[in-house]
């Protein structure tokens, strides 16, 4: 008798748990998923930025991307990658798991940036956050092998969950803004410059 009242109690906190995680919406949707083609370099005149979340661990777990103006760019899950083509210039990434990452990259046109997406231990859930690999990151070398690790390569198929997820996220994503950039965290701001290419 007591083991099922500990197992009930167990289920219902994860439960509750799920019910508080910001993906809970996400979770065994792949149609808001579709697979692309990998792309080795950017089309002319555009910086491309690749995303790599090559391990499967806590590959359940799905990892939403923002840029600055609010629009999620993926929900990306272990195994993964994502290629984020877009115009020369600075460009703000904003995600968060267990604590808020935000990042902002100066990307130059016809070349390639990396950012990896890792993985670690939380206090609720994983730890998840992303790290640009800027000149002198030993894992620079390993991209090669990240990408044969990485099944897919993945794109965002927007529908009603990805805009449902976007406009509950909007007023948390205001906040990280005005704290990360210019307020009292942002010398927490990761930084990637134009030289910061492959």
Same mark, same amino acid.
């Given at each position: 008798?007591? $083991? $099922?009242?500990?197992?009930?109690?167990?289920?219902?906190?994860?439960? +509750? +748990? +799920?019910?508080? #995680?910001?993906?809970?919406?996400?979770?065994?949707?792949?149609?808001?998923?579709?697979?692309? $083609?990998?792309?080795? #370099?950017?089309?002319?005149?555009?910086?491309?930025?690749?995303?790599?979340?090559?391990?499967?661990?806590?590959?359940?777990?799905?990892? /939403?991307?923002?840029?600055?103006?609010?629009?999620?760019?993926?929900? +990306?899950?272990?195994? &993964?990658?994502?290629? %984020?083509? &877009?115009?020369?210039?600075?460009?703000?990434?904003?995600?968060?798991?267990?604590?808020?990452?935000?990042?902002?990259?100066?990307?130059? /046109?016809?070349?390639? %940036?990396?950012?990896?997406?890792?993985?670690?231990?939380?206090?609720?859930? /994983?730890?998840?956050?992303?790290?640009?690999?800027?000149?002198? @990151?030993?894992?620079?070398?390993?991209? #090669?092998? %990240?990408?044969?690790?990485?099944?897919?390569?993945? #794109?965002?198929?927007?529908?009603?969950?990805?805009?449902?997820?976007?406009?509950?996220?909007?007023?948390?994503?205001?906040?990280?803004?005005?704290?990360?950039?210019?307020?009292?965290?942002?010398?927490?701001?990761?930084?990637?410059?134009? @030289?910061? &290419?492959?």
């Amino acid at each position: 008798m007591k $083991t $099922t009242s500990f197992t009930s109690k167990l289920l219902v906190l994860g439960a +509750l +748990l +799920l019910a508080g #995680a910001p993906f809970a919406g996400f979770a065994g949707l792949p149609k808001d998923l579709t697979k692309t $083609t990998r792309l080795t #370099a950017p089309p002319s005149g555009k910086a491309l930025v690749n995303f790599h979340r090559p391990s499967s661990w806590g590959g359940a777990e799905r990892f /939403a991307i923002f840029g600055q103006d609010g629009k999620m760019l993926i929900d +990306l899950p272990g195994g &993964c990658e994502f290629q %984020y083509v &877009c115009d020369p210039g600075e460009h703000v990434f904003i995600a968060w798991a267990d604590h808020v990452t935000v990042i902002k990259a100066d990307v130059a /046109a016809d070349k390639i %940036y990396d950012i990896m997406i890792d993985i670690g231990m939380g206090a609720w859930r /994983a730890n998840i956050q992303l790290i640009p690999l800027v000149k002198g @990151d030993a894992r620079r070398d390993k991209l #090669a092998d %990240y990408e044969r690790r990485e099944k897919k390569v993945v #794109a965002l198929n927007r529908n009603k969950h990805v805009e449902d997820y976007e406009e509950k996220s909007q007023s948390r994503i205001e906040q990280i803004k005005k704290d990360f950039l210019g307020g009292d965290k942002s010398d927490r701001v990761t930084k990637m410059s134009k @030289d910061d &290419c492959r």
